[in-house]
């Protein structure tokens, strides 16, 4: 397999996939495992594992592109909105080391909530932490 990767197997056509989108640089297909109608995934051709080793030119394109495959699933469906995730790394969720960018359609339907558990903020800590973070 191409790079030992499933997405460029599928960038490749090695493996088949529900394609809804195809150009020169991406390739727009349905996640196998749906967290709802019209779940889909938006993968450069070319092989990155995540946001940090792609180029901006190559972000900057893709993310047009996710623009483009989400505006047709809301349009078409529809949807009543759409999340866009992209996780780098096992410890955030990531299960392919192939840079690609979710389309999950939401409506409203009790199909579940893609929540953080999120805890108030210290602002003290907050305070420190945008000072020793800021660029
Ligand atoms: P991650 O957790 O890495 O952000 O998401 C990977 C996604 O790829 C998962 O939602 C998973 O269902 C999907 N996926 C994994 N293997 C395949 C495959 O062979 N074909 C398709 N269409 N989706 C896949
Ligand atoms: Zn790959």
């Known amino acids: 397999m191409k ?14 996939c529900f394609k809804i989108y195809e150009d020169d640089l991406v390739l727009a297909y349905l996640d196998i495992n749906p967290f709802s109608e019209g779940h889909a995934l ?3 051709k070319a092989h990155t594992t995540g946001l940090l080793d792609t180029s901006d030119e190559t972000l900057a394109a893709v993310i047009a592109r996710v623009k483009k495959v989400a505006g ?3 349009k078409t469906l529809p949807c009543d909105g759409f999340n866009v995730l992209q996780n ?3 410890a955030a969720g990531q299960t ?12 409203g339907d009790g199909a579940g909530e893609i929540a953080f558990a999120n805890g108030k903020g210290d602002m003290d800590a907050l305070k420190a932490l945008a000072a020793k973070l800021a660029f």
């Open 42 to 44: 938006v993968i450069p």
């Open 96 to 107: 392919v080391p192939h840079l690609h960018f979710h389309v999950v359609p939401r409506r």
């Open 72 to 74: 047709r699933i809301q």
């Open 88 to 90: 780098n790394g096992a």
């Open 3 to 16: 790079n030992n990767c499933v997405f460029c197997a599928i960038a490749a056509g090695e493996i088949p």
